[in-house]
């Protein structure tokens, strides 16, 4: 009969706890997967963001420039545009080599019969060359189209008001566009890529753990001696557990921290990015994780102890941190609507909450709760299957 | 003491263990002898909890090894076959993890620890990480972490194999100690004059049986040969896989 309450027990599974913690803290492959891999993911969230930020705001401080070509086939357009702040610069020769070679992010194509047409008072050509696979090229043809429809609607007004027609019978509706990601807070979509980063490393943080006690154990051939100790299998597998739970623990806080400095110094200028993941964020965030931290750990046990050798261990464990992190990245292009059902499975409902945390929006109580209590659930479930696991004889062969 | 009895164990179709019984008493060594595969280790793992047995029982200082296992557990020290160690722990460390395992704190434990350094000459890698520890080395500490809670049973699988001249004798000095003190040691080896020399008593065992029992001379008597490789060849069925 298993006695979860006898005092030596648990100052034995402490022991085992000890020891493991500080092998690991002796090994180099532990600590850089705890303490250094974990900010790889805020690094390079925060030099994209960074980069963004700069291409967006930037334009808007000097007065734009628009490479034309055919200046000479429209003078008054070209007149308009300057009128409008835009300082008209003649296009190269061969404007789409350019834009292509990124010299420039659009040209403004004037047809050669453009004044013609434009004076008998027909549909008269224009094109934007553009490479929109860039991103200020896309931010510059939004531009662009914006002002030319704006002269559109200008030429087309007076021709209109010339017939004697009153212009605004004709125009219903006048569109203003407010543009609520202006400037920096384009880059609030990268937010959307924090949950399945947080995921990731907390099935990464203790891995290298999970399998250097049990399967490394084995293979070291340390593992039998080690059962011939007077602490029952469970207790031993608890203070394993316990030290990659530690470990997983401080991988994600340290990712929890990196993302806070990391989005502080990117977001100086007064974006989002600064007001996000405050301390008490963090204390949230590591709370909500707290579960799938135990599930992440029990699954490791159970792999680690099924798996013969360290090397298919780390096959497959190495695998493992991708399956959860994929609805995340899912949903960074496809957001969906959080439905209470979500929150009862494990690394899906953590996505929705994290996401929720991280974009400080509403998170309702009740999501929090089933999130926790679902996957505290399943986690003991499976901690109760690697305990069963490591009851086998078997265990000191794998497999 | 450690009273085998009936004792029946099946890896799937393989038949290891076919109705073992055998004592190995106090103040005596009990040698364990065999071919390979005759079911030496196997009978080990059944008295040292790791293994249960499929039918029968083993008894160490009265304790059951399956229903009350962690009795047993603490009556024995064992140097199992398998014996790594931690590359990362110092010598010392592995000694004082396992005297923490068996409850073991303080100034007691440390006492302890360094009477073992003392007694098996382990001064110099004491508080060197095992890491790159020679094969005589890793014995040492091995037999250290096995001996640290003063156990009164004591098994021992092949702990001499590969140890140079100068270990072995280290080795075999510690079981006539540990004799003289009147504990139980249970020698397990494949080298027949070893077990010759230092054994009280031996158990031959062949194709997981019992073959015979007694002090080398009854065995020399019950075979009718003198030499020692001979009365083993014999009673093992003339197996050759020793």
Redesign the interface.
Same mark, same amino acid.
């Given at each position: 009969m298993v006695n979860f309450f006898n005092r030596?027990t648990w100052?034995?599974i402490f022991?085992?706890f000890q020891?493991e913690v500080?092998?690991n803290a002796?090994?180099r492959r532990s600590l850089l997967i705890a303490l250094i891999y974990p900010l790889m993911g805020p690094l390079l969230l925060s030099v994209m963001i960074s980069m963004v930020v700069t291409v967006t705001s930037s334009k808007k401080v000097v007065r734009e420039t628009l490479y034309v070509h055919g200046i000479e086939y429209g003078p008054d357009l070209v007149a308009w545009l300057e009128k409008s702040g835009i300082t008209v610069v003649e296009a190269p020769s061969d404007p789409k080599q350019a834009v292509q070679r990124g010299e420039m992010e659009t040209v403004l194509l004037i047809n050669p019969l453009f004044s013609e047409k434009f004076l008998k008072q027909e549909t008269a050509d224009v094109s934007v060359i553009v490479n929109t696979s860039r991103l200020p090229g896309l931010i510059a043809v939004n531009r662009l189209a914006g002002l030319l429809g704006k002269y559109n609607q200008t030429v087309w007004g007076e021709r209109i008001s010339q017939r004697g027609i009153d212009y605004q019978v004709l125009q219903p509706l006048n569109i203003k566009s407010v543009n609520v990601t202006s400037g920096a807070h384009i880059s609030d979509i990268f937010l959307y890529m924090v949950p399945p980063l947080i995921i990731f490393n907390l099935f990464m943080g203790g891995v290298y753990l999970a399998i250097d006690t049990t399967s490394g =154990?084995r293979e070291?051939?340390?593992? =039998?001696?080690l059962? $011939?100790?007077? $602490? =029952?299998r469970w207790g031993l597998m608890t203070g394993k557990y316990m030290a990659a739970l530690l470990y997983t623990s401080v991988a994600v806080v340290v990712q929890l921290f990196a993302f806070k400095f990391g989005f502080h110094f990117v977001g100086s200028s007064g974006s989002v990015f600064s007001h996000s993941l405050s301390l008490l964020d963090i204390l949230l965030l590591f709370l909500a994780m707290f579960p799938l931290m135990m599930f992440a750990v029990s699954l490791q046990f159970i792999i680690a102890t099924l798996t013969r050798s360290f090397k298919e261990a780390q096959t497959y464990l190495g695998l493992l941190p991708l399956v959860p992190a994929i609805p995340g990245m899912v949903m960074v292009f496809a957001p969906v609507q959080t439905q209470d059902w979500m929150m009862t499975i494990p690394a899906f409902s953590q996505t929705l909450l994290l996401g929720q945390i991280v974009r400080q929006e509403e998170i309702m109580l009740s999501h929090v709760s089933l999130s926790v209590a679902g996957t505290m659930l399943i986690s003991l479930a499976l901690l109760m299957i690697a305990a069963k696991l490591y009851r086998r =004889?078997t265990l $000191?062969f794998g497999g | 003491m450690i009273e085998l009895k009936n004792i029946h164990k099946k890896f799937r179709s393989v038949v290891a263990l076919e109705g073992i019984n055998f004592t190995a008493r106090d103040g005596q060594v009990t040698g364990l002898i065999g071919p390979n595969g005759a079911g030496k280790t196997t009978a080990l793992r059944i008295i040292y909890t790791v293994m249960n047995p499929d039918r029968g029982n083993v008894l160490v200082d009265g304790f059951d090894s399956v229903i009350q296992s962690s009795e047993v557990l603490q009556k024995i020290g064992v140097l199992p076959d398998a014996r790594g160690l931690y590359p990362r722990l110092t010598a010392r460390e592995h000694i004082r993890y396992y005297g923490k395992l068996h409850g073991l704190r303080g100034q007691d434990l440390e006492s302890k620890i360094e009477a073992l350094i003392e007694t098996l000459g382990m001064q110099e890698i004491a508080d060197r990480r095992a890491k790159g520890f020679s094969k005589g080395q890793v014995r040492k500490v091995a037999l250290a972490r096995a001996l640290v809670h003063n156990p009164q049973n004591l098994l021992l699988d092949e702990p001499t194999n590969g140890l140079d001249l100068a270990s072995s004798k280290t080795v075999h000095n510690l079981i006539h100690q540990m004799r003289n003190q009147g504990r139980c040691v249970l020698f397990c080896s494949h080298i027949m004059h070893e077990v010759a020399s230092i054994c009280d008593r031996i158990v031959v065992l062949s194709k997981g049986r019992v073959a015979a029992a007694g002090t080398v001379g009854e065995l020399r008597q019950l075979t009718g040969k003198t030499e020692i490789e001979d009365v083993f060849l014999s009673l093992s069925g003339d197996d050759t896989s020793w």
């Open positions: 030596q100052q034995r022991v085992v020891k500080l092998d002796r090994d =154990e070291r051939g340390s593992l =039998e001696s059962l $011939i100790n007077p $602490i =029952e =004889e $000191i | -």
